[in-house]
């Protein structure tokens, strides 16, 4: 509560008005009421004010500043104060709604980023509107957004909207650990990491200087945590000048870090199922549907002198394995052939499971000899035997290949025929065992 006079100076205030604004009652008394008011809302604030020296009692809303800048939102209800038929004095009841503002706005803006995720928008979007967000409800401070990668255990930058540019490349890849900057820090113990002066703190020998030169004297790193308490990311705010964050701020900020988890989990759902529907279960590699979309687009793309191949191979007697030392070592005896064959290949070659133990391969820009060359490359790698839970296991594959466009202008058309060449391909050598056990029975060993 507080009291201003007809011209507009302070006479009277509580506490409580003294701490929100901080200024000692010397400082505040006989400061005017309009100097306090931010000048977003100083027109609007003088309507009210003018209407209140007319005799009315008035509810408004404005923004005003603190002694060190700080900006609070308040819900004034004010009214004239009368001696001898005179307006005296104004008396004033002011509730602070910083939070609840913000927070109003925190759910409408959640509403159109949960609308972004349903119209399957970029995660980069999706997170960049979550930086803006916070961004527009703190005093201050610039946010960014890093994403774990689990398999090298580092924090990728995936949002940094207002970060001058030199910034996301300095502070990307930080290594989850103790001292790799407040965000590596934050990551690794999984806790909030408040650094209120980054020119001290042994967090950031690293980087320091970088930060420095752009002013950014604090940062707070918050993990994003799933529900599992495993960690998805950090949310990171930095900001010009030392600042510890206020009570609330770091609310604000949990609602935005619990946000960020939502849309990340969405995402990496989003992209499991994906996966799923276009890759085998067990060895990872391309299913038929993928395989066979990736085939129709390499040849809907290639020029006149392009030739792609298909190989098409399965493992001879694999049945026999399966019968022999189980489900489960046909398994992971697969998943290692699936690893072999891609190692036989490039990025812009494409190895896929069709089913059972029968594999294709894509092939692009090669000729005949080249694809000869690769079948015999897969023989020698798969010549070589697999230890698998004890087991020593060789195996051969029959190989069958066929080449766009001389076999054939279709997906299905070429891989019936390097289906063909492969079973040809096994019946000759069917054909050679065979004579080979036969010569062995009558006392011939062969050569």
């Known amino acids: 509560m507080f009291y201003f006079k007809h011209d507009g100076e302070f006479i009277l205030c509580n506490e409580a008005t003294l701490k929100l604004f901080d200024y000692t009652n010397e400082e505040f008394i006989k400061k005017p009421f309009i100097e306090l008011i931010d000048e977003s809302r100083l027109a609007q604030t003088e309507k009210h004010i003018k209407r209140i020296y007319h ?29 001898d038929g005179q307006i005296a004095a104004v008396v004033v009841m002011a509730k602070d709604i910083t939070l609840e503002k913000k927070q109003e706005i925190l759910l409408s803006s959640q509403n ?42 580092r924090l990728i930058q995936a949002s940094s909207p207002n970060l001058p540019a030199k910034l996301p490349k300095v502070i990307n890849n930080i290594p989850v650990g103790y001292g790799n900057g407040s965000c590596g820090t934050a990551a690794y113990l999984k806790k909030p990491i408040i650094v209120t002066d980054i020119e001290v703190s042994p967090l950031f020998k690293d980087f320091r200087n970088v930060l420095l030169d752009y002013d950014y004297r604090s940062c707070w790193s918050i993990p994003i ?11 990171a705010i930095y900001n010009q000048g030392s600042c510890v964050p206020k009570e609330d701020d770091l609310e604000i900020i949990k609602k935005a870090t619990y946000l960020a988890h939502l849309i990340i989990k969405h995402y990496r759902a989003e992209e499991r199922i994906n996966f799923m529907a276009f890759h085998d279960d067990l060895t990872g ?16 793309e290639a020029t006149k002198d392009i030739k792609i191949g298909l190989l098409y191979l399965d493992l001879d007697r694999f049945k026999l394995i399966n019968d022999s030392l189980g489900h489960k070592i046909g398994d992971l005896l697969l998943v290692e052939v699936a ?3 891609n190692a036989c290949i490039t990025d ?52 069958g290949i066929s080449l766009y466009p001389d076999d054939g202008d279709e997906v299905a058309e070429l891989i019936r025929k390097a289906d063909v060449a492969m079973y040809q391909a096994k019946t000759k050598e069917e054909v050679i065992i065979n004579f080979m056990i036969r010569n062995w029975t009558n006392g011939i060993m062969p050569d």
Do not use: W
């Open 55 to 83: 005799g009315y009692k008035d509810h408004f809303e404005t923004i005003v500043q603190t002694k060190h800048q700080q900006r609070y939102e308040l819900a004034l209800t004010a009214a004239p104060i009368y001696k």
């Open 225 to 235: 945590l799933d529900n599992k308490n495993n960690v998805f990311g950090v949310f």
């Open 112 to 153: 159109k980023i949960l609308e972004m995720i349903t119209k399957d928008a970029p995660i980069s979007v999706v997170l960049n509107h979550v930086c803006y967000l916070v961004e527009s409800v703190l005093d201050g401070g610039v946010t960014s957004i890093l994403l774990l990668d689990p398999s090298e255990n």
């Open 348 to 399: 812009q070659d494409t190895a896929s499971r069709q089913g059972g133990d029968e594999f294709t391969i894509l092939v692009n820009n090669v000729n005949k000899e080249r694809l000869e060359n690769l079948a015999k490359v897969i023989l020698h790698k798969l010549d070589t035997p697999f230890y698998i839970e004890g087991h020593e296991i060789f195996v051969t594959p029959s190989i």
């Open 285 to 300: 590699l391309a299913n038929r549907r993928l395989f066979d979309k990736r085939v129709r687009k390499t040849i809907t």
């Open 339 to 341: 690893k072999r064959l």
